[in-house]
């Protein structure tokens, strides 16, 4: 799969930036830029499927949503997430909808390259915009 997210430098935290050429896809992008931080994806296996719905009342609460889920099935149930999958986005402003799911496995630290402790997603610099076609979003992950 071709990279569709990376990281900008921050004092204290993690910018992440991710993109695709649907809003679907920018979502799914931003997950696995945010699993990335945690654990080395390439050590996780897509065994188990984690599915979310996920309700905001505009685009940039369900970001929030989408990933503080991530990050709730780590700390609750110790998932790491290999893929997502956002199947759609729907609604307008003050209403949104997310159908979507993780794929991956428990954490087990024989396996799993853990990385970075990710506390939180915060809204310091959210920002989702289309540029030139291409769907974009960006976050700070609170460290």
Do not use: Q
């Amino acid at each position: 799969m071709e990279k569709c997210f990376g990281y900008e430098e921050h004092t204290a935290d993690v910018i992440v930036v991710a993109w695709g050429d649907t809003l679907e896809r920018a979502f799914e992008c931003a997950a696995i830029g945010v699993s990335d931080i945690m654990v080395d994806r390439n050590t996780v296996e897509a065994r188990e499927e984690k599915k979310v719905v996920a309700e905001g009342f505009d685009l940039e609460n369900l970001l929030y949503k989408w990933i503080e889920e991530l990050i709730f099935l780590f700390d609750s149930e110790r998932f790491l997430a290999k893929e997502a999958r956002v199947f759609k986005i729907k609604g307008s402003e003050g209403s949104y909808t997310l159908d979507g799911s993780y794929y991956g496995e428990s954490y087990d630290p024989l396996k799993h390259d853990p990385r970075t402790h990710v506390k939180a997603v915060t809204y310091s610099l959210m920002k989702i915009w289309r540029e030139s076609g291409i769907w974009k979003v960006k976050f700070t992950i609170d460290i």
